[in-house]
């Protein structure tokens, strides 16, 4: 079913009926907006309301086609804040899937709150390898020859040694960022950090050992991540996660009563991505540590490696004082 929402109907929808005193997804669209400066009734949004509300009365698939500025988030999120059971989002973009977590849901969830008298919860999940993986961290200060990043043997070492200390140096952010993040979600790091820095303190999940043997399992940024998802009545992931989640059954993706396919015109060429990174063998990360192997920290030693509990565990800040970070104004 195609809906498009760019033409405007001439009277907007009746509102569902609801039982006593539950609100009605206009109720909860009506507060949401009226929360948003410069917020007015837009009749294509409340028809996507209303279209979304019966397709899950019905259980029938919705295909909804809405044009610039309908203001399609609040749309859907609304009547997904009335489904009895929990519901993923999934956007084709990190950029799209910060916004929502950074932004629109924690002023929706201000903006619903008195209507809805509760708090709604929403997590965010992202592929393992956007985690920074705390046994990578530490193989990779293992391998780490004494003074490395500093040491540029031979004439010719001059290039290489730039190229270590840039990388080095990030590595080296990267570590004391560990100690501090609460979500090891690298798009929280700001600034961010090459690919190549990134690369050798995250885990495919192709290569992770799965949380009952790692010994950090208890502290993995991943794992937590995914525990959150399982207690949130809104779930943000992307297109990837959810294909590769969908053809490798691994499980991450919550059980949910319904899926939002936000950007869905950018689907079928995620899946497919996804289904080729799923193909492609492990490619090298370079030699046995890496860059990483350059910088390795003092304090790094103090602990033994495998340590139980993991040194990680206390310097941990509690969820709550992460810094949102906003891919749009
Ligand atoms: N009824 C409304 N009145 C005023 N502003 C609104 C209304 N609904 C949503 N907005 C605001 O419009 C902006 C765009 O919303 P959203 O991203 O959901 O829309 P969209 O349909 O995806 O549009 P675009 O394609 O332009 O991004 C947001 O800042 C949102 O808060």
Redesign the pocket.
């Known amino acids: 079913m195609t809906i498009a929402t760019n033409a405007e109907p001439a009277t907007p929808p009746a509102p569902r009926p609801r039982s006593a005193g539950q609100p009605t997804a206009a109720d909860l669209l009506a507060a949401a ?1 009226g929360a ?1 400066p ?5 009749p294509g ?1 409340q028809q996507m309301v209303h279209a979304i509300e019966q397709s899950v009365d019905s259980g029938e698939h919705l295909l909804v086609q ?10 859907y999120l609304t009547p997904a804040l009335l489904v009895d059971g929990p519901v993923v989002v999934s956007t084709a973009t990190l950029a799209l899937q910060s916004q929502l977590v950074d932004h ?1 849901l924690p002023r929706l969830a201000d903006a619903i709150e008195p209507v809805l008298r509760r708090r709604p919860t929403f997590a965010v999940l992202k592929g393992r390898h956007h985690y920074l993986c705390l046994a990578r961290l530490d193989n990779s200060a293992e391998e780490e020859p004494e003074d490395a990043l500093f040491d540029a043997p031979g004439s010719g070492g001059t290039k290489w040694l730039g190229e270590a200390g840039r990388l080095g140096k990030q590595i080296q952010r990267l570590r004391e960022w560990a100690m501090k993040t609460v979500t090891g979600d690298r798009d929280e790091l700001d600034p961010g950090v090459e690919d190549q820095a990134w690369r050798q303190v995250s885990m495919p999940a192709r290569e992770c050992v799965g949380a009952n043997r790692c010994p950090y399992g208890a502290d993995c940024f991943a794992e937590a991540s995914r525990a959150r998802a399982r207690e949130a009545d809104i779930v943000v992931t992307n297109h990837s996660l959810l294909a590769v989640d969908m053809l490798a059954g691994r499980h991450i993706v919550p059980p949910h009563k319904l899926l939002v396919v936000d950007e869905a015109h950018e689907l079928v060429d995620r899946v497919s991505s996804a289904a080729q990174a799923e193909l492609t063998p492990t490619r090298s990360t370079g030699p046995p540590g890496g860059p990483a192997r350059w910088c390795r920290p003092r304090w790094a030693r103090r602990w033994p490696r495998r340590a139980t509990p993991s040194p990680w565990a206390w310097p941990r800040r509690r969820p709550g004082g992460s810094r949102p970070v906003s891919r749009r104004p």
């Not at 410069?38 to 837009?42: D, I, L, Q, S, V």
């Not at 809405?66 to 749309?75: M, R």
């Open positions: 907006v948003v410069g917020g007015a009734a837009r949004q809405a044009g610039t500025g309908t203001g399609k988030s609040l749309a629109d």
